[in-house]
């Protein structure tokens, strides 16, 4: 089968079109026909190894010391079920689905094996949906979710989403809103247009404006970059808010700790883990139309560098999508 494999780490050209062996499922695994995956910002950072220098050494303990030891790359997969192993009961040949791989990676591929439970979380297609459609939901959608339920969302709040117009942050906004919030989403000049299309109540550019230079206040920052200056977050809390950093570095981790010790306010960081409930809960409101995806462009497999560069520069409005098959 045809793969992009990535033999060390480095900058996107380190990553090459191979054919390898087609994987069997073992007795807890589905094989799945990928037909569509997308590329993260966080497949960037794995293929160039680029993490908080407090997970430095486990993640180079986890992901290989010289090089990826899982040399398949992609998190995200949507496509149909070809075999499944002996144990499982979810799932037959046939079923149309979609996920993340977890720490296994593979999406890369013409196919890939995934376990039923355990690492990854694969679901049943809505039938609405396009593969395009599905694919780019579990990883934004898994992290949008488990930071903005520590947030504890409520109606008639105000919460400010900052680095809103990539994967994490346009179902960020829409669940926001979902909920009943008002939100306020910064991000660069040529992805507020698409921002206030999926909801945003207010945009800020910023390259020309810091968020807290309005005066306002917010129930919840949702710092999905962890790049908001830390005098912004201070300034634009309630007595009583919540700042949640999808990227905590140790820096940020203190300040949070020390800020919340301080005051009444509450810092929350970490990272999000895959959930089976929690992207079943997402189909049925991607199903529902309540969510929409969000896809800047697509490339077909044999592209994967390029996919790789465009992600890398920043430019990326929403997803961008990888065509397998």
């Known amino acids: 089968m045809k793969a992009i494999v990535c033999p060390k780490y480095g900058r996107p050209e380190v990553l090459q079109l191979k054919e390898v062996d087609k994987p069997a499922p073992k007795n807890n695994e589905v094989l799945i026909r990928i037909i569509r995956a997308t590329v993260t910002a966080g497949d960037c950072e794995v293929r160039r190894f680029d993490f908080p220098s407090w997970l430095w050494l486990l993640a180079r303990l986890g992901f290989g010391i010289r090089g990826p030891r899982q040399q398949i790359l992609g998190q995200e997969l949507a496509g149909e079920i070809e075999a499944v192993g002996e144990d ?20 890369y591929a013409e196919y890939n094996c995934v376990p039923e439970l355990g690492d990854g979380a694969i679901v049943l297609k809505p039938s609405n949906l396009t593969f395009d459609e599905v694919a780019v939901i579990p990883t934004g959608g898994i992290t949008a979710i488990h930071f903005l339920r520590k947030g504890n969302i409520q109606g008639g709040q105000k919460v400010l989403i900052n680095g809103a117009g990539g994967s994490i942050g346009t179902i960020s906004v829409q669940l926001v809103k979902h909920w009943g919030a008002e939100v306020t989403a910064v991000d660069s000049a040529q992805k507020l247009d698409m921002l ?30 962890g790049k908001a200056a830390w005098l912004s977050v201070t300034k634009s809390l309630t007595e009583n808010g919540i700042y949640l950093c999808g990227y905590p570095t140790v820096s940020r981790s203190l300040r949070g700790r020390l800020m919340a010790w301080r005051s009444n306010r509450t810092y929350i960081g970490g990272s999000a883990s895959d959930n089976i409930e929690d992207l079943e809960y997402l189909a049925e409101l991607f199903e529902a139309g309540t969510i929409k995806s969000v896809i800047d462009r697509s490339y077909p497999l044999e592209e994967m560098v390029d996919a790789h560069r465009y992600v890398e520069s920043g430019q990326k409005i929403g997803n961008v999508v990888v065509t397998v098959e």
């Open 88 to 107: 499982v009961t979810r799932f037959k040949p046939g079923d149309q689905v979609f996920g993340s791989t977890g720490f296994g990676l593979g999406a």
């Open 196 to 225: 206030r299309s999926i909801g945003a109540d207010h945009v800020i550019d910023y390259t020309k404006e810091d968020f807290s230079d309005r005066g306002e206040t917010y129930d919840v920052i949702f710092d999905v970059v």
